[in-house]
């Protein structure tokens, strides 16, 4: 009789991309122990917004949303009401006549992805989203987008890992990554591959990891259904959140399944300071009022703060980390960490194995931030 | 207080006395929720001074309003989404 060894698989962080890593992981067969310092979601995946969203501000980001995004539309059917999952789709809107050519643009990359979009008119645009204000020329509207609550989407994943004999350990603080194993307190973990899947938290586990902490104001308001029915994104967004500039805000709502709005955005690289910036938050109301006028009709109910984790090049961190021997990354995936966790599992899943992956994963290696600084 | 005024619940009369908060108005004619929460619960005035916002209802067509914190006035018109009359 031959006794077939499970391989023990560590995955350090218990949010949506540490839930996902260890459904994949532990689908592989891998024993898989999930370490998370407080609870799971505690992080940045209770403080976001939950789109589901295809990304075109590189062609990496393009590929690695658009094959999560498949990913999504596979569980979908094992997701349940805790995900709240709504496919209200996007629409991005155009405020003047240059946007709306970059909104053609914007549909050829798309197109060129497999992904369908139409462009509405500024007829059309009034008709889908009456609460607009008048005078926008036109969106982009992406039907294949849609919105669910991350930390339900978690529990699924969660689920998913434990029904493959995955054991999850909250209220537990890593020290120290050593050589294939983590260093607790008082308690050494060997495994044979060890995921840091801590978001924002995770250069405080490795060292130089180039990724900092991005900070952003979200605000919800009391019940109003049907006040939007689409997640509603201004065009401008992308320059909003995608340069590193040191602020800004940026028009971006959502209807949530209880019938609130969730209104963002905003990006601020403050450290670690969580408390509320009334400057920027009055600045992001008055951009989706400036959009929404009826919101100032609304009442808010309650705002909050979290932490992206943001690099560099605006990719996320996915592959080996090379100076520790079974170390491995998965974190650094700023705003779109909902949207990539699923192919970011599968494409760490895939490296981990050896298995040829669906997408180029050389982009997202972490050793690209090594080489960068050795170059 | 002297005297009564009439609003109207949920479409229909309801005779209540003058001066009264809604609050107080909604709670003398028995009513036990105000309103319901996302999952369905009843809820009804708990602080009575603003602050919980447990007891909104919808006023003259405007949703959301703390019933503690307005004098009914003769025509009002009252709606309890989800709640009992």
Same mark, same amino acid.
């Given at each position: 009789?031959?006794?077939?060894?499970?391989?023990?698989?560590?995955?350090?962080?218990?949010?949506?991309?540490?839930?996902?890593?260890?459904?994949?992981?532990?689908?592989? /067969?891998?024993?898989?122990?999930?370490?998370?310092?407080?609870?799971?979601?505690?992080?940045?995946?209770?403080? /976001?917004?939950?789109?589901?969203? !295809?990304?075109?501000?590189?062609?990496?980001?393009?590929?690695?949303?658009?094959?999560?995004?498949?990913?999504?539309?596979?569980?979908?059917?094992?997701?349940?009401?805790?995900?709240?999952?709504?496919?209200? /789709?996007?629409?991005?809107? +155009?405020?003047?006549?240059?946007?709306? $050519?970059?909104?053609?643009?914007?549909?050829?990359?798309? !197109? !060129?992805?497999? %992904?369908? #979009?139409?462009?509405?008119?500024? *007829?059309?645009?009034?008709?889908?989203?009456?609460?607009l204000r008048k005078g926008l020329v036109g969106a982009l509207r992406v039907p294949q987008d849609s919105v669910l609550y991350p930390p339900g989407a978690t529990l699924t994943l969660l689920d998913v890992a434990r029904a493959h004999d995955a054991v999850l350990r909250e209220n537990v603080e890593v020290r120290e990554i050593i050589p294939n194993g983590v260093q607790l307190d008082g308690e050494?973990?060997? +495994?044979?591959?060890?995921?840091?899947?801590?978001?924002?938290?995770?250069?405080?586990?490795?060292?130089?990891?180039? %990724?900092?902490?991005?900070?952003?104001?979200?605000?919800?308001?009391? *019940?109003?259904?049907?006040?939007?029915?689409?997640?509603?994104?201004?065009?401008?967004?992308?320059?909003?959140?995608?340069?590193? #500039?040191?602020?800004?805000?940026?028009?971006?709502?959502?209807?949530?399944?209880?019938?609130?709005?969730?209104?963002? $955005?905003?990006?601020?690289?403050?450290?670690?300071?969580?408390?509320?910036?009334?400057?920027?938050?009055?600045?992001?109301?008055?951009?989706?009022?400036?959009?929404?006028?009826?919101?100032?009709?609304?009442?808010v109910i309650r705002c909050w703060t979290g932490f992206r984790p943001a690099t560099p090049d605006k990719l996320p961190l996915i592959g080996a980390w090379e100076p520790i021997p079974g170390a491995w990354i998965a974190a650094g995936h700023e705003g779109l960490g909902i949207t990539t966790s699923l192919a970011t599992a599968q494409l760490l899943a895939d490296l981990i194995a050896g298995r040829a992956t669906q997408i180029d994963a050389a982009a997202f290696s972490p050793m690209r931030a090594m080489d960068a600084v050795h170059a | 207080m002297s005297g009564t005024i009439e609003i109207v619940l949920n479409g229909r009369s309801l005779r209540i006395e003058s001066g009264t908060t809604l609050a107080s108005a909604l709670l003398n004619a028995d009513v036990g929720a105000f309103r319901r929460s996302t999952s369905g619960e009843a809820r009804a005035p708990l602080c009575g001074m603003g602050i919980c916002y447990e007891c909104r209802v919808t006023v003259d067509g405007i949703a959301h309003e703390r019933a503690c914190m307005i004098v009914a006035e003769a025509g009002m018109r009252i709606e309890t989404p989800g709640g009992a009359s």
């Open positions: 009789m031959t006794t077939v060894r499970r391989s023990d698989a560590i995955v350090v962080g218990a949010g949506i991309v540490g839930a996902a890593c260890a459904a994949a992981l532990a689908r592989d /067969g891998w024993r898989v122990t999930i370490l998370e310092k407080s609870f799971a979601s505690a992080g940045t995946t209770s403080v /976001g917004m939950g789109h589901l969203v !295809a990304m075109d501000d590189s062609p990496e980001q393009l590929a690695l949303t658009e094959y999560s995004l498949r990913l999504w539309r596979e569980l979908a059917p094992a997701l349940d009401a805790r995900a709240e999952l709504d496919r209200c /789709g996007t629409l991005w809107v +155009a405020e003047d006549e240059s946007q709306l $050519s970059a909104l053609r643009t914007k549909r050829a990359t798309y !197109a !060129a992805a497999g %992904i369908a #979009t139409e462009v509405l008119g500024q *007829r059309e645009l009034s008709e889908a989203e009456p609460n050494t973990i060997r +495994a044979d591959v060890v995921v840091i899947a801590a978001g924002s938290w995770s250069p405080r586990l490795i060292s130089g990891l180039p %990724i900092v902490p991005r900070k952003g104001h979200l605000a919800i308001t009391d *019940r109003a259904p049907g006040f939007c029915r689409h997640q509603i994104v201004e065009l401008g967004y992308l320059t909003s959140a995608h340069v590193m #500039t040191s602020e800004s805000v940026a028009f971006n709502v959502q209807p949530r399944s209880t019938g609130q709005v969730l209104i963002g $955005s905003s990006r601020e690289l403050v450290g670690w300071n969580a408390a509320t910036n009334r400057d920027i938050l009055r600045r992001m109301l008055e951009r989706a009022t400036n959009f929404m006028p009826g919101l100032a009709d609304l009442s | -």
